[in-house]
Structures are given as structure tokens and as C-alpha cells.
């Protein structure tokens, strides 16, 4: 005999536009649940960053950019006092700022410094690494070929590091055109949060050109990201839809949608909340999988799950692809009495 699911309101979520249909239970629908998924250790440094921010010294606390590109994150960091701005000469004279995990270029610093801002930089230390590579191979005077997006804040920060020897390329394709001015001085580095197939495809392709193109001394797509790609890489074939939980400014979560189209699923969405599933998304549909980027806090992923109870999905089973223990200090003006980061385990 079969049972009916009564779907109750949720007051965590906002107003739905429409309730999943319930449905009798039927039972071979299933969720595939991506592990590693959610918060990586650089997000989780950035939140606590504005957390212990607004604790030591009081609301408000002026952040550059989002700190993180999660508008759930950014929302209820609003409610505890945070204001967040595009630029720093919004930020009143003298005020506290804290700079977005993304990381700022030297710019940003200078510009924060003469206005007499008091500064917190919150880039987290993988995309610092990649600034200390930019600059160093600027020293030796190398063109250097950044593989990333152009426009999104990581990759103006690492850009910022040496203007005047850093050319973006952006996809693909720009690697059979972009120009360089010396084949013998050149080297690659990328933004951290890419899609490692495309990124490796554009290296490729840079090679067939130019031989003698050097790597950067070590990965510099995060390990976070290339985990979560792994992950629902290994889930998509078995999937007939993914659902990914991260917001559309949130590079790496846009490409695990990407990946899991590449890699199998028949099809792929991104959403920011549960409201956001749609019912025909669900029709014929047994198997579902699930992550979430590495900016989501997981209570976004239990949220959507539970909502999925509502048609259904009961039968949940997490697929781990790697182990996550990495937990960043906070940086140098938090650190003593304060928690050290680390705080939320990424599943």
C-alpha cells in the first residue's frame, strides 16, 4: 500500500512559487549525493574573517565585492551587519575593509591605504599563491598567459599583480590566437576555480603553438575544485538529472554543471535555493544527483533534500571521491583568542 508524502512549510526557505508535487512513494527514486560538496577551507576563512570582523570591533564591517560569490552567504552577513560595497572609496575614511576571498590587485591596497582604511585581506591563500607566481615570473620578465575569465574578480586581482605582463585568455579558442612576444620567455598560469578538462584542453592547445611554454610550479586550479569536478564527474553517468547548488556568479559552480553535461547526465541545472526545482525537471526521473559549489554552505544541500522528499527521492546514497582536511589561519589582524578557521567540515 502506498503512502502519500504531506509536504509541510519550510520557514528556512523563501515564498515558493510553486510546491513540488506530491507524490505516492515509489520506490526506486534515488539521490546520488557528491562528496567532497560545499565549503571549501578558503571560503570557510573568508566567512569567519567578516564573522570575527563584526564580533571584535562592532557593525558595521565593509567588505569589498561579495566575500564570497554565494548570495545566501552575503544575505545573512548582511544581517549581521556587513555592508558590501564594489569599491573602496564607497567605504567611509577610516573604516574596517575586508577584501573578498578572490583576492585585489595592488591597486585595490594602495587605494584602501590612502583613504586610511583599516584592512583585513581575506584572499584566500591559494589564489595568494598564484599572485606570488604572477610576480615572479614578471621579475624574470616573462609573459605570462593567464587561463581564466576576464572580468571576474580573482582573475583582475592576479592580473593587477603585473599589468604589464599578463595576457588573459579566456577559453579554447583564444589559445589559437593570442599573440606573444617572446616564445621563449612564456608561461601559463589560470585562475583557480576552471574546469580542469577545458583548462587542460587550452594549455593544449597554447603548447601546439608555442613549445616552449612553461607550467606554473604547481596546480593552481584548487584542489577544492578539482575535487568537487571528480565528484560529479563520477555521478553524472548514473544520473538522470543534476542538480548544482551555488549561485551563477560562483565560477566553479557553473562548471560543475558543465562537467556534469560533459561527463553523462541527461541533464544539469543550477539553482541557488530549493524554490528553485522545478516540477518538469523531475518527470521520468529516477536518479538524481546532487553537490554544491565550493562557496555553499551544506544546509543549502540538506534544504534541498528534504524538499525532495516531497516527490519521492527517500534512497540517498553519497558517492566520496576524496578526503578534505585543509584549515587555513585567519589572517594576521583575527588571529589569537578567535577560532582559526576550519569551523564547517566540507563534506
Known sequence: MSQTVVALPNPRLPQRRERLQDVPIAGDKKILLAAPRGYCAGVDRAVITVEQALERHGAPVYVRKQIVHNIHVVRELEEKGAIFVEEVDEVPEGALVVFSAHG????????????????????????????????????????????????????????????????????????????????????????????????????????ERFPHLQDPPSDDICYATQNRQVAIKKIAEHSDLVIVVGSANSSNSVRLVEVALQYGAKAAYRIDYPDEVRQEWLDGVKTIGITSGASVPDVLVEQLMSELTHAGYFDVEEVRTAEEDLIFSLPKELRGDGPRGGRRESA
Open 104 to 207: 585585489v590587485s595592488p591597486a585595490v591596497v594602495d587605494s584602501a591605504a590612502t583613504r586610511g582604511l583599516r584592512a583585513i585581506d581575506a584572499t584566500c591563500p591559494l589564489v595568494t599563491k598564484v599572485h606570488r607566481e604572477a610576480k615572479r615570473f614578471a621579475r624574470d620578465d616573462y609573459q605570462i598567459l593567464l587561463v581564466g575569465h576576464e572580468g571576474h574578480e580573482e582573475v583582475e586581482g592576479t592580473a593587477g599583480e603585473a599589468p604589464d605582463h599578463v595576457t588573459v585568455v579566456n577559453n579554447p579558442d583564444e589559445a589559437d590566437t593570442v599573440e606573444v612576444e617572446d616564445p621563449s620567455k612564456l608561461v601559463w598560469l589560470s585562475q583557480t576555480t576552471l574546469s580542469v578538462d577545458e583548462t587542460m584542453e587550452t594549455v593544449r592547445r597554447l603548447r
